[in-house]
């Protein structure tokens, strides 16, 4: 070896696809491992200021579970920005109208605030049911 430190770049990152079933699984934990993936803390490559991450295809998001009271008692924000323009809404009606934004919020609380954490958050693909459109990346399932 000649002593240098490899360093990755997304130039020359093997990037997989991988299919997640959220059914029955803790929305935390489930967000904690996707998120890991997404930034590719799981590849011996793995660089903090380079986008080492595969893509994560979220199926059955309105099936993950919330423990305890959270369910009735956690509320999710959105601020228009304008005066007067906070938004409240509970986690049972997020889970019934929009569930693939309860686990993207989740996720996103975990990835890095930055130009990053962004672009990893684009490889992130939620449906809230069993279909979703990218059989063609041939996506292995990936048990959590």
């Known amino acids: 070896m000649n ?17 997640v079933d959220g ?19 799981h590849k011996p490559v793995f660089t903090p200021h380079a986008d080492t991450g595969d893509f994560i295809v979220v199926i059955n998001a309105g099936k993950v579970r919330l423990t ?8 999710y924000y959105h ?9 409240e809404t509970g986690a049972r009606k997020m889970l019934a109208d929009k569930p693939e934004e ?12 930055n130009s990053l954490g962004r672009r990893q958050l684009k490889k992130l693909k939620i449906y809230a049911g069993p279909e979703h459109p990218h059989e063609a990346q041939q996506p292995e399932s990936l048990n959590i």
């Open 3 to 19: 002593g240098k430190t490899y360093m990755a770049n997304e130039s020359n990152v093997d990037r997989k696809w991988y299919l």
């Open 23 to 41: 059914e029955d699984k803790i929305l935390g934990r489930l967000a904690s491992e996707i998120a890991s993936r997404l930034r590719g803390k």
């Open 68 to 75: 305890g009271r959270k369910t009735d008692q956690k509320v």
């Open 79 to 87: 601020y228009s920005g304008y005066i007067g323009g906070m938004k």
């Open 102 to 113: 309860i686990i993207r919020q989740a996720v996103k609380g975990m990835l890095p605030k």
